[in-house]
């Protein structure tokens, strides 16, 4: 377990970084947030009311460092401040009303692109030197399309064109939120579409990846010996060669989330979806600082856990991580 | 294989190539081409394409073809300098980190871990926001900040593996500078690693900058594709019908993302021949000391004469560049073939065996009309260089011969213990999974690659027992594993272990044990002991001979060191560019030895004490 422990003690230091980070941008960054805030709110923030807005901020005139411990005795008790483009919200709440829809949409469509990618994957590399390899080509070029391109074709074809999906929202305004069936009926039938979006932006990656692992992999003699102990097909090809080949895509699961995350919050604001991204996108055209500087928090928090979980799905697969356990 | 052969013949990266060429073209001269301002706007509002406007116009009656143009020259200036910067700043750390090590690499791993975690979007976008004017350069520079943590990652593990390369030891003694071994000595050897590390910072560059426009927070002041589809959306063009101004940006972005990566399949490929397609070369040879060395032999060989050979038949397709210059080879000696002088009823019988591997400079023959008869019992030992092709051989015996080798003449007839033959060559696959590991086992070169590193001992056993032997139970499944690696001299206790928990020889012993758990017939075994230190080579073979003793089965036991073939085999047989070009009993050959080569290995051998 030591390679976990080392693991938790990687991830527990970037979280500190990303917390740290979340001080120091606006503090670093050339320009005065307040300023901006000031001159963007042409002439409605009266200029006297600089202070009271610099000290929202927490950006008093205390040395860095006690500015610092300020910070980090209000996250310590979830105080993320106040949004100033729905004041006087705290920022959590606006966090936390907005925090389910993404890790619902986000977590099941990477779930489902990353089984149908390396899936795929592994059927491509099985196969290669057939008509298969003729598919590359076309993933490749699906994989480069941007995801809020590839969102507005959507939303054209299926929702505005054939009328199959609902292109805005996360549910039926006319209902009122709460767990019954009709409901998260509604709920299943908005995420469809950012799902496939998000699906059909991110999944092609997955193959191209697991098929190159899986061709080099089926190299290997253990492949090899597979074959010769008369085993069938499929043990072969799952039980060693597909079995060996996922670890890389674990492991580089944190820069394909990284990419997923991005594009996802490019969906959630094409087609109005109540989450992280969404959220983000109009806190920073209401150019709303804490609620941006929370929100940058939060998703990078929740990316460095699903790290985590990734890092000890690995743990489980390969067992020379678990060496002096 | 040289890059110029390699690169015009892959049409991925040709179309790759021409993409990317088309684009740049755009990006230079479109602006000059375009008609009108990309940002004046006209009456002639939401036009379709006309002689006028070739993309038709926008809302506010703007040229989208000019935008188009204009909008490549954004994209691809971002996507370069983005992706230019990012690659500095990862070569540059990955290179440090992985180099000097210690404290340095430890703060640069870490700082990497964290700009690779961190998700880059949400952050561009909170940069971006805290941005006081956005140029084009400052999103290029933010963009490269958020990217460059995986590039990093990667060139710091080839640097790791690069840095105690004979070269850079090298370099390193005759006390050259670090930086100069850093970026002269080490560097230009990951240059592929680097380039295509490069292709993707451009496309995530050109990605980010259309996402973030398309968001409204890039540059306000310049058209790129992103802004295009920034104003196409917010003036629901989509909703209008508008094609013309939103099909184009949003497919230029994914076609030169799709260019720039096909280009990188060519890099792929060059550092990694298993990913070849297409119909030629499709997978580099089993291994590439097979491939490499086969070919040397046949070049040899191409130089060689035409032996005066029994089984002219047997050639069937296999072409001999006869007419070639005098080789090494001055005087060509006849094969001398004695035969095999045990007892018994042949097991495998190969006759006027060709196998050929298909390369890019024609057909290399790896192995030439090669005939031999394994018998029950019998130990035959198969001698040659690196190259000679008895790896070849043995797999197109056992029927593991890897793309693109193909046997094009000769049979391999297998007879069971009654006498009856199986056309090896032409079993079907269900067949043929049948008789493998119940009658034909193999023991792997190197057993630290022939055991599957994810799953114990236990279930390598397992799984082949339970294909083969379907009617017995979970117990007696265990029972037999335990009883098998007992006898190969292992704790039963070792049985749940890894691979990774086991020494060399203990892997290889696991192997054999593996082979004999069905008791086949013969069992082929390719260099079972080279990897292996002398001591411990000394008990895995005491052990294997043991244990043919107690099972009776054949050997095909495949080295390059012929001492020890003479030693434990009953029949030796020595291959040379594809050829047997000594066959008979071990006793005779070691007395006698018929073929100038033989003589010239053994008197080596004499030379080397290893016969006293």
């Known amino acids: ?325 | 294989m040289s890059i110029s052969s390699m690169i015009p013949r892959s049409g991925k990266v040709r179309a790759g190539l021409v993409i990317v060429a088309v684009f740049v073209v755009f990006a230079v001269f479109g602006p000059m081409v375009a008609q009108h301002d990309p940002n004046a706007t006209s009456f002639d509002m939401l036009e379709p394409p006309s002689s006028d406007h070739w993309l038709g116009t926008t809302q506010t009656g703007q040229d989208v073809f000019a935008q188009f143009m204009t909008g490549a020259r954004t994209s691809l200036l971002v996507g370069l300098l983005a992706g230019i910067v990012s690659q500095v700043v990862s070569v540059v750390i990955g290179l440090i980190g992985g180099y000097l090590r210690g404290a340095a690499d430890d703060l640069l791993y870490i700082l990497t871990a964290v700009f690779l975690v961190i998700p880059g979007m949400p952050l561009l976008i909170v940069l971006t926001g805290y941005l006081p004017s956005r140029g084009l350069f400052a999103i290029a520079i933010v963009i490269a900040i958020t990217s460059w943590a995986g590039s990093a990652r990667v060139i710091r593990a080839q640097t790791l593996s690069l840095r105690n390369r004979e070269f850079v030891e090298a370099a390193r003694a005759t006390g050259e500078n670090r930086m100069r071994i850093m970026f002269f000595e080490v560097l230009p050897n990951m240059l592929p690693l680097v380039a295509s590390g490069f292709l993707f910072s451009v496309i995530g560059g050109i990605l980010s900058e259309a996402g973030l426009a398309f968001l409204g927070l890039g540059s306000l002041t310049t058209t790129s594709w992103g802004s295009m589809l920034y104003f196409a959306q917010n003036s629901q063009a989509l909703l209008a019908g508008a094609w013309w101004w939103y099909v184009p940006p949003g497919l230029a972005i994914a076609v030169i993302g799709a260019g720039l990566a096909l280009i990188n399949f060519g890099i792929d490929e060059f550092s990694n021949p298993r990913l070849r397609t297409g119909s030629r070369v499709r997978r580099a040879a089993p291994t590439s000391r097979a491939a490499g060395g086969d070919a040397t032999a046949a070049s040899a060989q191409a130089a060689g004469t035409r032996t005066a050979d029994a089984e002219p038949g047997g050639a069937a397709g296999a072409v001999e560049p006869d007419d070639a210059d005098a080789g090494e080879e001055t005087a060509p000696a006849a094969p001398a073939l004695r035969g095999s002088e045990m007892e018994g009823s042949p097991i495998i019988e190969v006759d006027g065996l060709q196998v050929d591997y298909p390369t890019a400079f024609g057909d290399v023959h790896a192995v030439r009309d090669v005939s031999l008869t394994l018998r029950r019992g019998e130990i035959l030992g198969l001698a040659g260089e690196s190259g000679s092709g008895k790896s070849t051989l043995t797999n197109a015996i056992t029927r593991l011969l890897r793309d693109p080798a193909r046997v094009v003449g000769g049979e391999i007839t297998y007879r069971d213990s009654e006498g009856r033959g199986t056309d090896l060559l032409h079993l079907e696959d269900r067949e043929l999974r049948a008789l493998r590991w119940n009658e034909i086992a193999v023991v792997f070169q190197s057993a630290m690659n022939a055991l599957n590193p994810v799953t114990s001992i236990h279930a390598q056993f397992d799984d082949v027992i339970r294909v083969h032997r379907p009617g017995l139970s979970p117990a007696r499944r265990t029972e037999l594993a335990t009883e098998h690696l007992e006898r190969v001299g292992i704790d039963a206790n070792r049985l749940e272990a890894f691979p990774h928990e086991l020494s060399g020889g203990m892997k290889q012993r696991v192997a054999i044990a593996i082979a004999l758990v069905l008791e086949p017939d013969v069992i082929f075994m390719d260099e079972p002991t080279t990897a292996l230190d002398l001591l411990v080579q000394r008990e895995v073979l005491d052990q294997i001979v043991r244990l043919r003793e107690q099972y009776g089965f054949a050997i095909v036991f495949t080295t390059h060191d012929l001492a020890l073939l003479l030693e434990i085999s009953d029949t030796v047989a020595v291959m040379r560019h594809g050829r047997l070009v000594e066959y008979g009993p071990a006793r005779e050959t070691y007395v006698d030895p018929q073929h100038p080569y033989t003589r010239a290995l053994l008197s080596s051998l004499a030379d080397l004490g290893s016969l006293a």
Request: hydrophobic share 55%; proline share 6%; no cysteine.
């Open chain 1, 1 to 325: 377990m030591r390679y976990l422990l080392k693991k938790l003690g990687l991830y527990a230091f970037i979280a500190w970084a990303a917390l740290t980070l979340n001080f120091l941008i606006p503090r670093l960054m050339p320009g005065d947030p307040v300023r901006v805030l000031i001159a963007g709110s042409e002439g409605q923030i009266d200029p006297e009311a600089r202070d009271a807005i610099a000290a929202q901020f927490g950006l008093t005139d205390d040395p860095l460092i006690v500015q610092y411990f300020h910070y980090l005795a209000d996250l310590a008790r979830f105080d993320l401040g106040v949004s100033l483009s729905n004041y006087p919200v705290p920022v959590i709440d606006i966090i936390s009303g907005a925090m389910p829809w993404t890790l619902v949409l986000v977590g099941v469509s990477t779930v489902i692109s990353f089984l149908l990618g390396t899936g795929l994957g592994v059927l491509l590399a099985w196969r290669r030197g057939t008509w298969s390899d003729h598919v590359l080509p076309a993933l490749t070029f699906l994989n480069a399309i941007p995801y809020f391109w590839m969102a507005l074709i959507l939303v054209l074809v299926l929702a505005v064109g054939l009328g199959w999906f609902p292109y805005a929202g996360a549910y039926d305004r006319t209902m009122f939120p709460e767990l019954s069936a009709p409901f998260l009926g509604s709920v299943a039938y908005h995420a469809a579409l950012p799902a496939l979006t998000i699906v059909i932006g991110s999944f092609a990656g997955w193959v191209l990846q697991m098929r190159n692992m899986t061709v080099t992999i089926l190299g290997e003699d253990y492949v090899s010996m597979a074959e010769a102990k008369g085993l069938p097909g499929r043990m072969v090809l799952f039980g060693y060669a597909a079995r060996n080949a996922i670890l890389p895509s674990i492991t580089g699961f944190a820069l394909a989330l990284g990419a997923v995350v991005g594009g996802s919050m490019l969906t959630e604001v094409i087609f109005n979806y109540p989450g992280l991204g969404y959220t983000l996108f109009q806190a920073v055209s209401a150019q709303d600082f804490p609620l941006m500087q929370g929100l940058f928090l939060i998703i990078s928090l929740a990316v460095i856990v699903a790290n985590l979980i990734a890092d000890a799905a690995y743990v489980f697969l390969d067992p020379r991580t678990r060496q002096g356990a």
